[in-house]
């Protein structure tokens, strides 16, 4: 049992994501600081923002609720590094399957409550 949400596997995977989304988007042109480097950040820190509030959430429905909205911004990141990788902006291969292990982390971990509903 765990006594908070940063002991989670999946939460410092998530954070350790978004430390790597704000190294890389620093490279980004200065004309994306308002757009695709604002959206990037912000998609990528309501990944483990929403794990560590759906952790404090005591109904597991309340839970899942948390953890599927860090699903969709998994998704979302998902897009922005296609989108900065075709514009030229970066080329690092690994973030992609970072967050790709952060997704199927977060739906064991989703599976794992489901099951106990």
């Known amino acids: 049992m765990t006594k908070n949400f940063k002991e989670l596997d999946v939460w410092r995977k998530a954070h350790q994501f978004v430390l790597d989304v704000y190294r890389m988007t620093q490279q980004f042109p ?14 990528a820190v309501s990944i483990p923002a929403n794990l560590a509030e759906g952790y404090g959430r005591k109904g597991k429905k309340d839970k899942l609720r948390f953890y599927n909205i860090a699903e969709g911004s998994i998704q979302e990141c998902g897009y922005y590094i296609t989108l900065s990788r075709d514009l030229n902006y970066h080329s690092d291969g690994q973030i992609e399957d970072r967050l790709i292990s952060i997704g199927k982390m977060l739906k064991g971990y989703i599976r794992k409550i489901e099951a106990d509903l």
Do not use: D, N, V
């Open 30 to 43: 200065k004309s994306e600081l308002y757009g695709l480097t604002s959206q990037f950040r912000r998609a």
